[in-house]
């Protein structure tokens, strides 16, 4: 039973426009979550986060935004650009838990076009 | 300041066979998680170390074990290697039992099981 999915693996969009990557979870224990970016034989560094106190939280170009009724989330990226093709994990934990607790999807790769 | 490394990149190894995985924190964390990140997965936790002992474990079997010295390096042993063992070992650290979202991800080890 996976608890949180990320329904699409890849993702295209052209260099000054938005991308906008989506997360589901279940688990109605879970009110913290994460974003994390990977490159390529680098380890995930963490993007953005929000709780369940809020609906949204903003840094800079990156956006997410929480709709706790249909348990889901998204993460914004206004404008792409090239440097942010990665893959990109969704991640949800109970707050105030270890972060190991964290439970991740299976991660969405962006690729952003010139 | 050197980030979080791990040694070896890569690894071959047979079913039945141990292996032993390194990990050096960053410069003043006291705390090491590891994660298993098999193809076209999210990272799945393993277990975390803190002042030398296992405090928090996901759902691994024995099989996978670890160790953390006095200068915060760590360990990961998985022992009577399976073919499903096969994946990308990451790991993280952080500081006082990774309740942060600050985790520092190395570049992971690359295993390979034939």
């Known amino acids: 039973d996976q608890q949180v999915k990320q329904n699409s693996p890849s993702l295209s969009v052209q260099e000054g426009r938005i991308s906008i990557l989506n997360c589901d979870y279940t688990?109605?224990?879970?009110?913290?979550f994460l974003w994390y970016k990977k490159y390529p034989a680098e380890g995930p560094t963490f993007l953005i986060s929000?709780?369940?106190?809020?609906d949204k939280n903003e840094d800079g170009r990156f956006t997410v935004f929480l709709n706790k009724s249909a348990k889901h989330l998204s993460l914004h990226i206004v404008p792409s650009q090239p440097g942010d093709s990665a893959v990109y994990f969704c991640?949800?934990?109970?707050?105030?838990?270890?972060?190991?607790?964290?439970?991740f999807g299976d991660g969405t790769t962006l690729t952003v076009k010139p | 300041d050197a980030g979080v490394t791990q040694s070896p990149t890569h690894l071959i190894k047979t079913r039945g066979q141990q292996v032993t995985l390194r990990c050096s924190p960053k410069?003043?964390?006291?705390?090491v998680s590891w994660y298993q990140q098999a193809l076209g997965q999210g990272p799945q936790f393993i277990f975390q170390y803190y002042e030398e002992e296992e405090r928090q474990r996901g759902n691994f079997p024995d099989r996978f074990s670890g160790h953390q010295f006095p200068n915060y390096s760590s360990e990961l042993n998985v022992n009577a290697l399976l073919l499903g063992d096969s994946a990308l070992y990451l790991c993280a650290s952080s500081e006082g039992q990774g309740f942060t979202d600050t985790q520092y991800f190395g570049p992971g080890t690359r295993l390979t099981v034939l």
């Open positions: 410069s003043g964390h006291d705390t």
């Open positions: 991640a949800a934990r109970v707050y105030n838990t270890n972060a190991g607790k964290s439970t």
């Open positions: 688990n109605s224990m879970f009110d913290y």
């Open positions: 929000i709780s369940s106190i809020k």
